[in-house]
């Protein structure tokens, strides 16, 4: 069995490897061009990159798929039976699906048709979803809508989308080899257009909280799902705060919402549309993530401040 292989991410990483190990051979790798990254703005390979070429397996990073006569006369030549698809960052070309001698396989990280779109994982726990999971599906020209080849299930409960994200990307190396394996007995399910949800790319103004339209429930969802970027944040006499951890505790005190109240050594409250949250791990403006105890320990909460 002979494959290409087109994914980016740290997520993407375990079906490459998956691929390696269990000696489905990859003819090639396809990933997105370097990025700058830190406070340096060093040029940075993907993971996936990094891991290719580690196994000396040649690598490609394509500005643009779309009318790329180079890329696809490469795909072609690398004759594979799949083309295997994780986390790639990009809509692939019709020319480029017709590559594979018998299909280009796409590993989604959602239960589809729920979370088409690039950041399943954290919309699922932004938006309060009981379970999430992961889809191989035979891929079209539309955006993840592509029959669905098999599925599995994951529980979310107080899981936050980098734990979710991990754990997903296991499931979905093992869940792409059973598909390569027993391909030709699997039955594709259409996707049932009418359950669609979509999971937008994430920008930074999605983490704001607004604490007087929220309940503290919903707020604690969005702490576990813009991870590790926006990250759910709030401000202070101007200066951010990034929070990481709360607990929902039920509130009626008759209080403006983001209002502090019951500051402790170690927790402090903040009340929310609908009850209020316990914060028990943040990150000030210009300080490392910390517990609320560390925090508290050089702050001086009154229990009179209100966030915005």
């Known amino acids: 069995m002979r494959t290409v292989f087109m994914g980016t991410p740290e997520m993407a990483v375990p079906t490459l490897k998956a691929l390696v190990e269990n000696n489905i051979e990859v003819a090639l790798v396809i990933t997105q061009t370097d990025k700058p990254k830190g406070r340096g703005n060093q040029m940075q390979a993907p993971p996936v990159k990094e891991y290719a070429e580690a196994q000396g397996i040649e690598v490609l990073q394509p500005k643009s798929l779309k009318n790329n006569e180079e890329i696809l006369e490469k795909l072609k030549s690398a004759a594979p039976d799949f083309l295997v698809v994780a986390a790639y960052g990009k809509i692939l070309?019709?020319?480029?699906?017709?590559?594979?001698?018998?299909?280009?396989?796409?590993?989604?990280?959602?239960?589809?048709?729920?979370?088409?779109?690039?950041?399943?994982?954290?919309?699922?726990?932004?938006?309060?979803?009981?379970?999430?999971?992961?889809?191989?599906?035979?891929?079209?020209?539309?955006?993840?809508?592509?029959?669905?080849?098999?599925?599995?299930?994951?529980?979310?409960?107080k899981k936050d989308a980098v734990m979710i994200a991990e754990e997903l990307s296991v499931t979905g190396a093992n869940l792409l080899i059973k598909t390569l394996k027993e391909f030709d007995s699997i039955k594709p399910i259409k996707q049932n257009d009418a359950d669609m949800t979509y999971a937008p790319m994430m920008k930074k103004e999605d983490g704001q909280i607004n604490w007087t339209e929220k309940s503290a429930a919903e707020i604690e969802c969005m702490i576990r799902g813009f991870v590790p970027w926006p990250v759910a944040h709030t401000y202070l006499d101007g200066k951010m705060f990034k929070l990481f951890a709360a607990d929902v505790v039920p509130c009626d005190k008759n209080i403006e919402p983001g209002t502090i109240f019951d500051v402790t050594k170690k927790t402090f409250s903040v009340k929310c549309k609908t009850d209020a949250l316990v914060i028990t791990e943040l990150q000030p403006e210009g300080k490392k993530r910390m517990p609320s105890a560390s925090f508290l320990a050089g702050a001086k909460l009154t229990g009179n401040e209100k966030f915005e």
């Open 93 to 157: 070309p019709q020319a480029v699906l017709d590559v594979p001698k018998y299909a280009p396989i796409n590993v989604h990280f959602s239960l589809l048709p729920k979370y088409r779109g690039a950041a399943p994982v954290n919309w699922a726990v932004i938006n309060g979803e009981k379970e999430t999971g992961v889809a191989t599906m035979l891929m079209d020209a539309g955006l993840d809508t592509g029959d669905i080849l098999l599925l599995e299930k994951t529980e979310i409960g």
